[in-house]
């Protein structure tokens, strides 16, 4: 079974600030997923990757396969990206479906 | 095209009741999963429908169980309701099934259970 770990848990930051979230995983996986929470419970998924680095608008996200590790970054922060951001694993040909890191819980003070 | 849409939104029910919970997802995906969050345990996979059949399915007593219909639509049903079962439930849709990894996963709102 895949462990995810994330880091850091809760983050507060001021606006404009650079951010990275990362997440570690045990074992080897088909794809990693990065999903935002906000209050109120709705999930959003931003970032779906098996390999390299994906750009979205201010989000940026990337994964070294070998290292078993990824990362999120997201550049000139702002109050409206507080949320919750959770890293998500999914094991190729396994039966665990997606394996959930904890969350990290972020906050952007203008 | 219409997200991902979950009935009811709220529901409250006491111990030992059953409850059904329905996820209907984007028109032409067939993969429909279903997730529990609670506080304690943060997200944790139930399982997984693709096409009628169940792929996939998470470490939850055989009182959680669920199907899927022909026209992708996909219920749960929990059975002998603990106060544990008070979460958050939410499904999510895509296009092909998890372990393939090749697509996004787009989430339902979610149904918020209290069990009393």
């Known amino acids: 079974k895949n462990e995810v770990e994330q880091s850091p848990q809760n983050l507060t930051a001021q606006e404009g600030e650079f951010i990275t979230i990362n997440c570690s995983y045990s074992?080897?996986?088909?794809?990693l997923h990065w999903l935002q929470q906000h209050p109120g419970g709705g999930i959003v998924s931003l970032f779906m990757?098996?390999?390299g680095k994906k750009k979205h608008g201010r989000l940026i996200a990337t994964i070294n396969i070998q290292e078993k590790h990824s990362s999120l970054h997201i550049t000139a922060s702002h109050p409206r990206d507080s949320a919750v951001y959770i890293c998500?694993?999914?094991?190729?040909?396994?039966?665990?479906?997606?394996?959930f890191g904890k969350g990290t819980h972020l906050i952007i003070q203008p | 095209k219409a997200g991902v849409t979950q009935t009811p939104r709220y529901l409250i029910k006491t111990r030992g009741q059953q409850v059904t919970l329905s996820c209907s997802p984007i028109?032409?995906?067939?993969?429909v999963s279903w997730y529990q969050q609670t506080p304690g345990q943060g997200l944790q996979f139930l399982f997984e429908?693709?096409?009628?059949?169940?792929?996939n399915k998470g470490n939850f007593p055989g009182r959680f169980s669920g199907r899927q219909f022909s026209n992708s639509r996909s219920e749960m049903n929990v059975s002998t309701l603990e106060l544990g079962d008070s979460a958050l439930y939410l499904c999510?849709?895509?296009?092909?099934?998890?372990?393939?990894?090749?697509?996004?996963?787009?989430f339902g709102p979610g149904t918020r259970l209290l069990v009393l």
């Open positions: 999510a849709s895509s296009l092909a099934y998890l372990e393939r990894g090749e697509e996004t996963q787009y």
């Open positions: 074992v080897g996986i088909s794809a």
């Open positions: 990757l098996s390999s």
């Open positions: 998500a694993v999914a094991t190729g040909g396994g039966a665990d479906g997606l394996t």
């Open positions: 028109s032409g995906h067939r993969s």
């Open positions: 429908y693709f096409s009628e059949t169940q792929r």
